[in-house]
């Protein structure tokens, strides 16, 4: 589709536009842009209005970084939720998988993204800087690493492990084993060697 | 993802148009608005710019009904085209993808849409009647229907093909037959059945 001849201009604009997106290409993009045509004007006028809102007025936390509409969370402004017990996340979508658990009662910290010198993506590009200033405050009981099992999260893992090393507190990680549900010969070696390391005495309760 | 959470009703609302998108679920809406979140927010001011340029000033041609910037495409107004063959097709991904070949002089007349009953769209609901119009003015020598085979396309074929016989006009269909570069083994058996049936001379030059 490279080469291809588009009949307008603002069609071609516009379908260059949404092959920019992540995911989408130049067929797909053309495929949304004639199902944009094909709506009525002002349902395209509430996405366009939606995107510069999004641009415009999100805000971050100003204590967790999550996204938020106003300047302190609704996670981290609720006074029923433990402040002592912070998790560590990569981002919002983080946040929104563990929120749907209903098990944690702790807040968040949002680092943003994860160390990968290919991304070119540092520690100084991430919130660690204030992740540090809560730990100084000494309110701080317990840190839950919970970042993907990647190459770029075991990294994150272990730079900010090394780096809060001299902080009185409880570092955990959140547990790896097989998941509830998967078949245990469909498990990856990896995943179940761990999940024997991590053995734990067995609990009626939990079945 | 249906009784998510999100921590900002801003989010919330980029992500329920996003997945308003054919083929985009609310998980692929929130990677897409994260993506939109991390760039730089006049790339955004260009997309949504243009939807709006989209919504507002595309145009129609007003001769073969294709998506234009000018009320008369450059297609249709470029004289060294044979505007005695109309190609009849669905929509303007067709008429790119038949442009691509490079095997078409002559010029086309855009559908809109195809005959189907289920999706509740009828012949009136087609540029049917335009292209009457074209008919009866006696300049076409010949229509070539390039349908797709679904139910949808054969039915509107039928229907055209009827509505249209009065018309000193010559009928033709695209060729069906095994696709180049198919191995004939994993050819379908309908579409190696009419590709035996419609067999051609043996055409050295075309090897």
Not at 132 to 149: D, P, R, W, Y
Not at 188 to 199: I, K, N, Y
């Amino acid at each position: 589709m490279s080469d291809q001849q588009f009949p307008s201009k603002i069609l071609e604009n516009a379908v260059n536009e949404f092959a920019k997106l992540p995911g989408i290409g130049k067929k797909t993009a053309l495929r949304l842009v004639l199902f944009l045509l094909k709506q009525e004007k002002e349902s395209n006028y509430r996405f366009a209005d939606a995107i510069t809102t999004l641009s415009e007025e999100i805000k971050y936390c100003k204590s967790c970084y999550n996204i938020s509409d106003s300047d302190i969370c609704s996670i981290c402004s609720n006074p029923r939720r433990d402040h002592s017990i912070v998790c560590v996340v990569e981002n919002v979508r983080d946040v929104m998988a563990i929120e749907n658990t209903h098990q944690y009662q702790g807040i968040y910290h949002v680092l943003g993204g994860l160390i990968s010198p290919m991304d070119g993506t540092g520690p100084d590009d991430l919130t660690i800087a204030p992740l540090e200033e809560k730990l100084k405050k000494g309110e701080v009981k317990e840190i839950i690493f919970a970042l993907s099992t990647t190459m770029e999260g075991d990294t994150t893992n272990f730079f900010l492990f090394r780096k809060f090393a001299s902080y009185d507190v409880k570092f955990t990680t959140i547990a790896r084993g097989v998941a509830i549900g998967d078949e245990l010969e469909y498990a990856d070696e990896v995943t179940l060697g761990r999940s024997l390391v991590d053995r734990l005495p067995f609990d009626k309760e939990a079945l």
